[in-house]
Each structure stands twice: as C-alpha cells, then as structure tokens.
C-alpha cells in the first residue's frame, strides 16, 4: 500500500483552500487541503509497523507549534502549483527533520528544497497559473496554522487518501531548526 504524511490545517483554511483547489486542483477529490511532510511511498506491513512506532516515538517528544500563512506562491516556472505559503517555514521544515529519521529517512541529497506549502492548484498552463495567481495576490491572508498532530494517510485502490492513523504531538520540546535548511 501507499503512504505519506500530511498536516490538516483548520476547517477555515480547507474552506478558503477547496474554494480554489475545485476550479484549479485536478486532485481536489483525491485528497483534504494539507501540507505534505513525507512523500508518499509504498511501505510492507514491516515497514508500517516500523513507521508507526517511529512516530509515536517522535511525536511523544515534539510540541505543537504555531505558524500562519499570510501569502500565495507558486513554484512556477519549475512547476505550475500555486499554493498558500508560510510566513516562517522553519517550524515545519523542523518538524520534518525531526521525523523524516529512522525508516523515514530521505535520501540524501534531496531532489529539492522542502517547501511547506498548501497546494491550491496544479497541472495547469502557464496562463492559467498566472490568471489565477493575479486573482489570489489580490486576498490578504492572514490563517494562524496550529499544528497538533501528524496524519498518516493511506492511498485507497480508487486513488483516494483517507487518515490511516494521527499522532498527536505530545511532548515539550519543539523540534530543532537549522537556520541552512
């Protein structure tokens, strides 16, 4: 089976979000507004258990955290998303470093530069991302984002990703940042 970890922001963010992921998010029936922490991957019932009991063993120590999103972005031209973006990703890069340990370690080095970030489209063409792009600057975003838990999501034979199990984020300390990152 497939899997990956996500973060859900508040119901107000998912509304704001699906009220553009419906027109721009090819997606959007697929899965909830969400900011992706570990890539998807196949994982063995080995491996799961092994996951899951990784996590819990991080989200015991990690403390929830607090970030807002107060812009939209896009990785354009590398790729044509637009999405809704941190004021401070340090928290969340963090988080991820503190998780993606263990079996969830990344291979190193990365593809890319992790950028948390909540998609609200993707797949488009060049004109439409920069119609649509126009059309978001216009807002003024301000969503304080607390972070609680992480979500293990499974991917269904249909294509759709549904909440395998949450981890709530237990513990004191907040999960390091490293300024190079």
């Known amino acids: 089976m497939e899997y990956g970890l996500a973060?859900?922001?508040?119901?107000?963010?998912?509304?704001?979000?699906?009220?553009?992921?419906?027109?721009?998010?090819?997606?959007?029936?697929?899965i909830s507004p969400h900011m992706t922490i570990r890539e998807s991957e196949s994982w063995n019932t080995e491996q799961l258990t092994a996951v899951r009991a990784h996590l819990g063993q991080c989200t015991s120590q990690l403390a929830p955290v607090t970030v807002r999103i107060n812009r939209?972005?896009?990785?354009?031209?590398?790729?044509?998303?637009?999405?809704?973006?941190?004021?401070?990703?340090?928290p969340v890069i963090a988080l991820r470093h503190a998780v993606c340990t263990g079996p969830l370690a990344l291979p190193s080095p990365t593809p890319y530069t992790f950028t948390p970030h909540i998609t609200l489209g993707q797949n488009m063409t060049p004109d439409e991302l920069h119609d649509a792009y126009g059309g978001l600057r216009m807002h003024t975003l301000d969503f304080p984002m607390e972070i609680r838990a992480i979500h293990l999501l499974q991917r269904t034979d249909h294509g759709i990703w549904t909440l395998y199990e949450s981890f709530p984020l237990l513990g004191g300390q907040p999960a390091a940042t490293n300024e190079d990152d």
């Open 72 to 90: 939209v972005s896009t990785f354009f031209p590398a790729s044509n998303v637009i999405y809704l973006a941190l004021e401070k990703p340090e």
């Open 7 to 30: 973060l859900f922001p508040s119901k107000v963010i998912q509304q704001f979000a699906n009220s553009w992921r419906k027109r721009l998010d090819p997606k959007y029936e697929h």
